[in-house]
């Protein structure tokens, strides 16, 4: 255990194993008797001393708002038979400076089903709420939550405590808890015999409902490990699954990832780009085009997209890439995830230079999917934002007639919904966007076209203050405390989303008229696609 400081160099290197061996022994009396019997659960709560065993190279560092910070990253090989035995699980530990007065940081690296692991931060608020970084531990989580329910039978709380415990303690609780600070309601108007049954019933209840989610989760994972493992050994295209050659990449990119070329920033109708110069084209205010993939890479993936999409449903289930398409594939899912994170390595570099306030120096985190498009079945993509902080899109081939892409304003900007560019792929060329540029796939009228789509998310610029998924949460709370809340302003036609704008039906009404689909023809004119 020791190693740890040694290691770490963390000025409170000895009170952070002092927390984590108390998390450790916590741990045994607490969570995993709670979610009784069902040995999976205690995977993430051993983590603690597996973290404090491992051979950590911590790193030092500050994060976006300067706070120094000691950083490591570790892999956890689950235990055979668990539902998480398989690939290694990759976290990573955060302890600031001036930790404890600054809370710790675990979350996972990989992408991992787990009730504990928050779907959008990666945190693992359960195990974090255990260390004890405060006088009173900082109780947010839900199993910090539960520890404190326990205590609730001896102190008859008020209706202004029984508040703040819920706006405090319970908010981050997933929906197994969801029915406690209802039934906390009542606790006051009972006798405290009445009280102490209430609360056993309660936490059987919440025993059995934990059970069941760290079981779902569990299976979950297990079931998306099991189809990345034996695709990758069924598969025609092993080299897709194997690191992949610099070769792969174009060569003004490759040359620019390796120092040998400058970036070059032009606008439609400017000149050329000096030759050797990485060439990139600022398509619309933002929105940035380049060519980064060879042909033979885009070849391979779409060899595997096509060999994927052959394989029988029931052992190789495909899931949707968004909640608005309903073909293609999450290639996180089927064995890539690993490829995936080095692709983000390949781009991150560019993002720091175009968009250094939005994340781009950061990027840590991805969802990897695969849109395709085909006459019988998506055809086009609402006009919508993306889950992301900076959206990579590369297009892999197919032959096809319109499905061009139209971008619109920011999400943050008043022309949001004006503004409208649009844009013909060649094969191998990506596009570059915040994930809070209003976008939308239009049309396709023959073939089918296949495009790479890497969200990329960082940690540390969703923990500062205004970025794009903050403002996003206000604006959807926003809009479900007010009903009737509508977006401001004309939007172009071009620019209107039937799935996000409220309005939609009001100025679907206005631009009966207009054929929508017209942005496609005046792009196809411009190029020569083959039928
Ligand atoms: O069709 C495209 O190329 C864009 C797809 C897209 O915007 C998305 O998947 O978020
Ligand atoms: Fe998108």
Avoid at 186 to 202: C, G, M
Avoid at 248 to 264: P, V
Avoid at 384 to 393: E, F, Q, V
Avoid at 501 to 529: E, G, P
Wanted: aromatic share 10%.
């Amino acid at each position: 255990m020791s190693s740890l400081s040694g290691l770490w160099q963390h000025p409170k290197g000895s009170l952070i194993l002092q927390h984590l061996q108390e998390v450790q022994q916590n741990t045994d009396s607490g969570i995993a008797t709670r979610v009784e019997s069902f040995k999976d659960a205690s995977l993430l709560n051993t983590l603690p001393s597996l973290l404090a065993n491992a051979n950590l190279e911590g790193k030092k560092g500050a994060d976006a708002s300067g706070v120094e910070k000691y950083a490591a990253e570790l892999t956890v090989t689950a235990p055979r038979g668990s539902l998480y035995a398989g690939a290694p699980l990759r976290f990573e530990a955060e302890f600031p400076l001036h930790y404890p007065e600054l809370p710790p940081l675990l979350s996972a690296r990989s992408i991992l089903h787990h009730p504990d692991i928050d779907d959008t931060t990666y945190e693992l608020a359960g195990v974090t709420a255990l260390i004890k970084t405060h006088p009173k531990g900082p109780l947010f989580g839900c199993m910090a939550a539960l520890d404190s329910l326990w205590d609730v039978a001896a102190v008859p709380w008020t209706d202004e405590q029984l508040k703040t415990f819920w706006a405090s303690h319970w908010r981050r609780c997933t929906h197994q808890c969801d029915m406690v600070p209802f039934s906390l309601q009542h606790l006051n108007s009972l006798s405290k015999e009445d009280q102490a049954s209430h609360l056993t019933r309660l936490r059987d209840h919440i025993n059995r409902s934990m059970r069941l989610e760290y079981e779902n989760n569990g299976r979950m994972h297990q079931e998306r490990t099991r189809v990345g493992q034996e695709y990758s050994r069924v598969t025609q295209q092993p080299e897709v699954f194997a690191a992949w050659p610099v070769e792969w990449l174009a060569d003004g990119y490759r040359a620019f990832l390796e120092g040998t070329a400058k970036m070059h920033v032009r606008q439609p109708g400017d000149p050329p780009a000096p030759p050797g110069a990485f060439a990139v084209t600022e398509i619309a205010r933002g929105v940035f085009a380049f060519q980064m993939f060879s042909s033979s890479l885009c070849d391979a993936l779409v060899k595997v997209i096509k060999e994927y999409n052959a394989l029988p449903e029931q052992t190789f289930p495909k899931r949707r890439p968004n909640s608005m398409n309903k073909y293609g594939l999450v290639l996180n899912d089927i064995g890539l995830e690993e490829r995936m994170d080095d692709l983000l390595q390949w781009w991150r570099p560019l993002a720091a230079l175009l968009f250094p306030g939005h994340g781009g120096p950061s990027l840590d985190r991805h969802h990897t999917s695969i849109v395709h498009y085909e006459e019988h079945n998506d055809r086009n993509l609402d006009m919508h934002t993306d889950a992301s902080d900076i959206t990579l899109n590369v297009h892999l081939g197919g032959s096809f007639v319109g499905s061009t892409l139209t971008f619109c304003g920011r999400f943050f900007e008043p022309r949001s919904r004006k503004e409208a560019t649009t844009y013909v792929f060649s094969k191998g060329e990506a596009v570059m966007h915040l994930g809070a540029h209003r976008h939308g796939a239009n049309e396709l009228y023959k073939g089918e076209r296949f495009n790479l789509i890497q969200w990329g998310r960082s940690q540390a610029y969703r923990r500062q203050h205004g970025s794009y998924q903050e403002q996003l949460y206000e604006q959807y709370a926003k809009r479900s405390a007010a009903a009737g809340f509508v977006e401001q302003g004309s939007p172009d036609p071009i620019c209107l989303s039937r799935t996000h704008d409220r309005d939609f039906d009001h100025w679907s009404r206005v631009y009966k008229d207009i054929d929508l689909t017209k942005r496609n023809a005046d792009a196809m004119r411009r190029t020569q696609q083959p039928a």
